[in-house]
């Protein structure tokens, strides 16, 4: 891709309220044994975050803080955050509700 | 639109965007061909912490996009005025779009633009009850602000 000559414009974010705020983190483990087949140690790896979010008004507004570990340094921080499920509802009497589910990979480049 | 599928790479930091690494980063990821996420990509909030206020800056990157450069330049040597003359001549820099002088210039018109987006604009409240938060413009309106601090309870 050569070099990127358009101009970008940067939106204000409206107002949003995350009404649930669900991020559950979660490792594989693999137990280690010994040769007479006894537990001895087990390893961690692969750490993922599930996160399910629901609310109103900006939904990439909702998605950045939701995500963010309640302001606790390292969560969501690096890797790639795939969104899995998304939906949107435009609404004329009342704020835009979302719904958005997905999981993060923070050792996926 | 944020859609079903989409990868997204944050990159959160601390400081005021004007002035903050990050937004050079993300310039020089833009001009490289680093999409960002969605079309409020970015998110600048402040929030009462202990007592004090704590800024928090996200922009949200398209993490589907790829960057490829292409050496399709020959070397050469150059003093500072043909090096002026091409990087302050658009038609150049188009006609020229892998050449590092078209990288420089791009690098340098979008990080001032963003820097001059970002400089006058005032964090959005950030505030958290719970699992739940709300995000609330400085400018926004009154009512409404009164309402989502109601709803946040």
Known sequence: ?109 | MMKTGQKIVFVRGEEPPHRSPDTALVAAALVSGVRLAGDKPFLDTIEEVGGEAKRSVTWSLDGGSEITFRPAFPEETMDFAEFRRRFEDDAWCRANPDHPISYLRALADTLLSLQDQLRGRKPALLIRKGKRFAVIPQDADPKRKAEILALLG
């Not at chain 1, 137990?31 to 790896?45: E, I, N, R, S, T």
């Not at chain 1, 302001?71 to 835009?96: H, P, Q, R």
Request: proline share 5%; charged share 20%; hydrophobic share 40%.
């Open chain 1, 1 to 109: 891709m050569p070099v990127t000559l358009t101009k970008i414009g940067i939106q204000s974010v409206d107002i949003t309220l995350a009404e649930s705020v669900e991020v559950s983190a979660k490792v594989e483990s693999k137990p280690l044994m010994d040769q007479h087949g006894k537990f001895v140690d087990g390893a961690a790896f692969d750490p993922t975050s599930d996160f399910s979010l629901k609310g109103r008004g900006d939904l990439p507004a909702g998605l950045a803080i939701g995500t963010d570990g309640g302001g606790a340094a390292g969560l969501f921080t690096g890797g790639v955050t795939i969104v899995a499920n998304v939906k949107e509802l435009e609404k004329n009497d009342d704020w835009n509700a979302w719904e958005c589910s997905g999981q993060h990979f923070p050792n996926a480049s």
